[in-house]
């Protein structure tokens, strides 16, 4: 029982993690025991951000590659479980976002969304997968959003990636179960962070947000950290198919 949360000897793969709500990740699992390989898309940041946890005394590599580029993908995958270790967690935090009116929604920027969000999982789920169940266990976390249930005007192809990624969590869970592989996902509500401080600048939005959501405030980032380390250790063992949503309660709330 004291070895619910704990994370040591295993390795995770963290998707776009270099910076930001991944890299916050990447901290937490280490703080836990576990050995953080770091994935961006240029190979100086991923080592960069690898070194940081390094200097605290844990163990880290990075490694880049084109999360959407199926070749990339595969020969990554195959690098790391033969160079640094079996790959024990993965999650799948890459992500973008695009913002236009839905009617004027730009073709290019569609397809990048969905490329990013969407297909790279599917791709990263494939490729670390494979490996998984030749070894029948593993933990794969999809990062989500508040989008995966809900629309919000200007985003709607991002929304349609998220709903996409709860399926794949779905579908994931549904097929892999039965090797001993969870497949689950978080879905993180309104959270300050680089990408968010232009609506928590703006008092109207804040306003509302903190009306709308039961916590009645943004969440701060490193309150994402608990449900990663959760669904990455032996507590979730029995935990599958299931999105976890981090919000504050605002999607229990009308």
């Not at 390094?54 to 595969?74: C, L, P, R, W």
């Not at 791709?123 to 266990?137: D, S």
């Not at 349609?160 to 978080?186: D, F």
Request: charged share 25%.
């Amino acid at each position: 029982m004291k070895n619910l949360f704990d994370l040591t000897g295993r390795k995770a793969l963290i998707t776009g993690s270099a910076q930001g709500i991944g890299h916050l990740l990447a901290q937490g699992l280490a703080e836990h025991g576990a050995e953080i390989i770091i994935n961006d898309i240029t190979q100086e940041r991923a080592e960069k951000a690898a070194g940081e946890l390094v200097k605290q005394g844990f163990k880290a590599s990075g490694i880049a590659f084109d999360v959407t580029n199926k070749t990339e993908v595969e020969k990554a995958v195959r690098q790391i479980e033969q160079e640094i270790g079996e790959i024990d967690i993965l999650i799948n935090n890459a992500g973008i976002q695009r913002r236009h009116p839905f009617l004027e929604f730009p073709e290019k920027e569609w397809d990048d969304v969905i490329n990013v969000n969407q297909k790279a999982v599917f791709l990263m789920m494939q490729a670390v997968g494979k490996y998984m169940v030749k070894r029948q266990r593993g933990k794969i976390i999809n990062i989500g959003s508040m989008q995966s249930e809900l629309g919000r005007d200007t985003i709607t192809p991002y929304a349609a990636s998220k709903g996409a990624v709860k399926m794949l969590t779905r579908g994931g869970c549904v097929e892999l179960a039965r090797h001993n592989i969870q497949v689950n996902g978080i879905a993180p509500g309104y959270f300050i962070t680089e990408l968010t401080k232009p609506l928590v600048d703006n008092e109207e939005f804040t306003s509302w947000l903190c009306k709308r959501t039961p916590a009645n405030r943004w969440g701060n980032p490193d309150e994402l950290i608990g449900a990663a380390v959760y669904l990455s250790a032996p507590a979730s063992d029995f935990v599958n198919g299931h999105l976890l949503f981090v919000d504050g309660g605002m999607l229990a709330a009308v």
